[in-house]
């Protein structure tokens, strides 16, 4: 059979597995309101939880710098693509996450796979969340240590684990911060008393609670008041821009740059990102009362939606999956949304577990209460032309 024969039965299988995924068109800037292929639709999936992606000082910045370093950073942080941005921005990262350095990757998925790919060794294990981000499982397939997976936040399956485990040299426990796909907050108090007590470091990718957990938006670090080995993040959640970064120690951010291929081998992001990032993040510090706002509006949603009558899943965070359960049904009802001009695209298999297929809602500060009513209203609607609630 020829290449692109062989490439269309493949995609035909994923087709009849309802798992056909195809790209979607933006029209405007990332807001609650935009354009999608040429529709009007209130977006209620986005990262964009503090509003900045288009926040309109950031922009400013960004655009200065622009005009005076260029649209590209021309080489690697090694080489060429080094400027005095990147390091006021890791300076500011540094201050934000009470951290000694930070290092700037280019996108939080290559933070990932670097450090876990460069840090723990032969000999080593890795002790990892089994819903832990896509990146966190890539970069534990690219390390030269074990991995073993522990069941999601349970602390006594993790502690059995680290049992298990303690003729390896080092081990290291790996944890998203707030998952992605389930809103749960890692019970980082508690995952940081085991590693004290089995002598196990922490790695902790805080990619959605960045900006949006912890007093001054420094992430469920501050949340729990901890501190762990290794924080993982990326600026393109809450921080509204692009790349990833990893702070702690100043010998851990050394080892990374001498290390980290990922780091190492990658072309720098662009000055004016750098700048924008450092513009999101004094906004940040000073968005308390937003913050707090977001979470009120997490709070309405999700006793709305449980009244109804649906099964949500996750903390108090502002990722709110609804779930949906067959994978079918679970297109059918975004499909729904859509029409009604609402967009939460439905999270399949193999992104979640079968059978757990679901809408995964995400609330923003700039959705009006007008927006969430509808929302409101149109999940009521849908439920029950689905006979899914009463
Ligand atoms: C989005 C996300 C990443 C990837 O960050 P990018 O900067 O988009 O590459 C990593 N980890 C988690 C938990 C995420 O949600």
Not at 250 to 261: C, E, M, P, Q, S
Not at 268 to 275: D, E, G, L, M, N
Not at 290 to 318: C, N, W
Request: net charge neutral; with cysteine; aromatic share 8%.
């Amino acid at each position: 059979m020829n290449f692109d024969g062989w490439l269309s039965r493949q995609l035909d299988k994923t087709k009849e597995s309802g798992l056909y995924r195809k790209l979607r068109t933006m029209n405007t800037a990332p807001r609650p309101e935009m354009s999608i292929d040429g529709q009007r639709q209130i977006v209620f999936s986005s990262n964009n939880y503090l509003g900045l992606a288009n926040n309109k000082r950031m922009v400013y910045v960004a655009g200065t710098v622009l005009h005076d370093f260029g649209v590209g950073s021309s080489g690697s942080r090694l080489t060429t693509g080094n400027s005095e941005w990147h390091e006021k921005l890791e300076e500011r990262i540094a201050s934000f996450k009470q951290t000694e350095a930070a290092l700037l990757f280019s996108s939080g998925y290559l933070a990932n796979v670097g450090v876990l790919s460069s840090l723990p060794e032969k000999g080593d294990v890795l002790l990892s969340d089994q819903l832990n981000h896509a990146s966190i499982i890539d970069g534990c397939r690219l390390s030269k240590a074990d991995t073993v997976i522990y069941k999601h936040v349970d602390m006594d399956d993790l502690e059995g684990k680290l049992k298990e485990t303690e003729s390896y040299l080092r081990r290291f426990i790996v944890t998203d911060g707030v998952f992605s796909m389930d809103g749960t907050i890692a019970p980082l108090d508690k995952i940081m008393s085991l590693a004290k007590r089995y002598h196990a470091f922490v790695i902790v990718d805080d990619a959605h609670a960045t900006g949006v957990l912890g007093d001054n938006g420094r992430g469920t670090s501050e949340y729990f008041g901890v501190f762990p080995d290794v924080v993982i993040g990326t600026l393109s959640k809450a921080i509204g821009t692009e790349g990833g970064f990893v702070a702690g120690s100043k010998v851990l951010i050394d080892f990374l740059l001498n290390h980290a291929r990922t780091f190492i081998f990658q072309t720098a992001i662009p000055p004016s990102i750098c700048a924008a990032s450092y513009a999101a993040l004094e906004i940040i510090e000073q968005s308390k009362e937003k913050r707090q706002l977001l979470l009120l509006k997490v709070k309405q949603i999700k006793t709305s939606l449980e009244e109804m009558g649906y099964t949500v899943k996750g903390d108090h965070t502002p990722i709110i999956p609804v779930i949906i359960e067959d994978t079918q049904k679970a297109v059918t009802f975004a499909n729904r949304l859509q029409e009604k001009g609402i967009y939460a695209p439905a999270i399949r298999p193999p992104t979640v577990a079968i059978g757990e297929s679901r809408i995964r809602l995400t609330v923003t500060t700039d959705h009006t209460s007008k927006e969430i009513d509808y929302l409101l209203e149109t999940f009521n609607l849908i439920g029950k032309e689905l006979n899914m609630i009463k």
